[in-house]
């Protein structure tokens, strides 16, 4: 395990742009599947379980599996389906499920504690389970969000999905749900912790969220 949470070299986290001008650190997954080889002596599989490709909210979900000897992880993957700006047409499914693939991978690997230093708790300490590719604030020194729940956990895989399925059945697209979660919970839905997830859930189902 301590080779597994040994901390990354700087050159070794990656930036990028994300939404609401926060900018996002990760690994890349060579880095973590290097990360893994190294720890546990290749001794290790990944496995897709169950793959959904929704159209109407242009986004590809897998449910992978990480085993380690007698360790087995699962995580949710996503992607965003890319298409032609013209046609509309889907450009390339596989390599829309290989995205997701990977993000489930390194989800999966955080659970094992690869990559738990950027991800921080209030108390300064690495947060439980959360994914790699967690939004912060440019500034490293910025506080907390005073409505984050990073104790209480993340939000499971079937509070995702539940809440995807509820959300495509209200009408609701992703852009708007994750407007709608950014508003009332700081943060997008594959962020939301169990009790926020509990909340938009609970809305969901009594109708009081609507597609805009």
């Known amino acids: 395990m301590s080779a597994l949470q040994a901390l990354f070299a700087p050159a070794d986290i990656k930036q990028r742009e994300g939404s609401f001008g926060k900018t996002l650190d990760y ?32 986004e590809v979900i897998v449910v992978g599996k990480l085993v380690a000897g007698e360790i087995v992880k699962m995580q949710i993957g996503s992607a ?13 499914l596989g390599d829309d499920l290989k995205a997701a693939a990977s993000d489930a991978l ?30 912060r604030t440019n500034s490293s020194a910025d506080p907390p969000s005073p409505r984050s729940s990073s104790s209480s956990g993340r939000l499971s895989p079937k509070q995702h999905q539940l809440i995807l399925k509820l959300a495509a059945e209200a009408g609701i697209n992703k852009n708007e749900l994750n407007r709608h979660c950014q508003q009332q919970y700081g943060r997008v839905v594959d962020f939301l912790a169990k009790a926020e997830a509990s909340r938009l859930i609970e809305g969901l189902f009594a109708g009081a969220i609507q597609a805009a």
């Open 80 to 92: 965003t389906l890319k298409r032609h700006r013209q046609s509309g047409e889907l450009m390339c």
């Open 27 to 58: 690994l890349e997954t060579s880095t973590v599947v290097q990360r893994l080889n190294e720890a546990l002596d290749g001794d290790w599989s990944f496995h897709i379980v169950e793959h959904v490709v929704r159209e109407d909210l242009s």
């Open 106 to 135: 390194k989800k999966c690997a955080t659970l094992l504690g690869v990559g738990l230093q950027l991800y921080r708790s209030d108390e300064g300490q690495p947060a439980p389970s959360p994914p790699i590719g967690h939004p």
